[in-house]
């Protein structure tokens, strides 16, 4: 199995936190990961596009998943995201 690198796992984490506020505010995402607003976007959406969830352990796969949900809602759906066992 893959893993995400902390860095990636921890801007995943930190892009979903903030949804229900209509996402991160820029000065946040420059903070906590010295990235502009636009390069959290462009990172996230790299991650989502580049990595295969299948490949990642149940909890990453998730992350990867909700995180393409909102980025992408088109391609990604609630049924894609593995239920707890």
Do not use: I, K
């Not at 995400?4 to 946040?28: A, H, I, K, M």
């Not at 502009?36 to 969830?53: A, G, I, K, S």
């Amino acid at each position: 199995m893959r893993q995400l690198d902390r860095f990636d796992r921890d801007l995943l984490v930190f892009v979903l936190s903030w949804r229900r506020y209509g996402g991160p505010p820029e000065d946040e995402c420059m903070v906590e990961f010295g990235l502009n607003l636009d390069q959290v976007h462009e990172r996230c959406m790299e991650l989502v596009c580049r990595c295969h969830p299948n490949a990642y352990r149940d909890a990453e796969r998730t992350l990867l998943l909700r995180a393409g949900g909102m980025l992408m809602p088109n391609r990604f759906s609630a049924r894609d995201v593995p239920r707890p066992r």
